[in-house]
Every structure is written in C-alpha cells, then in structure tokens.
C-alpha cells in the first residue's frame, strides 16, 4: 500500500505544480517562446485546451488551469482513500477541503522548488540560461520590494533567503491553524 500512495501522490503532486506553473507564467506574462515555458504549455495544453472553451478567463488569470489544478488535487486523495480502504471509499465534501488546502500548499512548494533553482542557477551559470530568464520572471515581483527593505550586503543578495523564511512562517502558522493534517498534505 505505501507504494501505491507514493507513486500516486508524486505523480499527482508533480503535475499539479506543472500546472501551477502555467497559471503562474501567463499571470507573470513570462515568454512563452522560452524552452521551458514550452514544456509547461505542451505538458498541460491536451487538458487546458478543451477546458478553455467552456471555461473563461477573468482578466489574465486563467479560471480552466485553476479549477483543473483544483480537481487534480481533488482527484488525488480520492484516489488515495481508495488505495488506504481497498476500493470502499465513501464520498465526502471533506475531499473539496482537502484538495483546496492541498492546492495552497502545493502552490507554496512550488514557489520553494522555483526560488531554489533560481538561486542555483545563479550560481552555475551566470545569467546564462534560459530556464534562469524564466525564474527570473517568475520570481522578481516578489523579490523586488524585500530588496528595497533589505539591500544586497557585500555582494550577496538576501531576498531569496527572507521569502524562505516567510514561506517557513506561512506554512507553521497554517500547520497551527488547520491542525496535522496540513503536514499530512
């Protein structure tokens, strides 16, 4: 059983932040034309483009992605009730819940996972590449503001560091509102 769990949970876990990131790349109107934006779009458009048609944007924030990403997570722990109780899984509106709350913190883990290999890559190569030009894009509305409070000191640039640790505080403080199973999430 812990495998099925795992397999199901990281297959669903890595799509679901796929599709974040489309959400996140056309809010940031990063360029779509970069190697990796191309990825997203091509992973996520056999799903988003039928959902398109029915269901419209508001403004730039695109209302089929989001709701998609909703019922992948939705779709995720029904799947894993039903491994856990052998095929008796009784539905319940708990699911919506647990998927809304597992959205926020898969939307936080991949704001992490992003700021990471931003912070990597410039380290390795310089501005270089194109997957940092994207980062960059991603990232920048976030850091900007936290280095105009906290400007660079001796060469080294704090604002990737202080996000850290204001995701860190977000995640306990919902860990402590919402209880164990946020950890669980």
Known sequence: MNAMQFLISTVFDLYIMVVLLRVWLQVARADFYNPFSQFVVKATQPVIAPLRRVIPSIGNVDMATILFAYVLSVLKFVLLQLVLTGGNVGFSSAFFFIGLASLIKAAGGLLFWVLIIRAILSWVSQGRSPIEYVMHQLTEPMLAPIRRVIPQMGGLDL??????????FANFLVGDLIGPVWYQL
């Open 159 to 168: 604002s990737v560091l202080v996000l850290f640790i204001v995701l860190q």
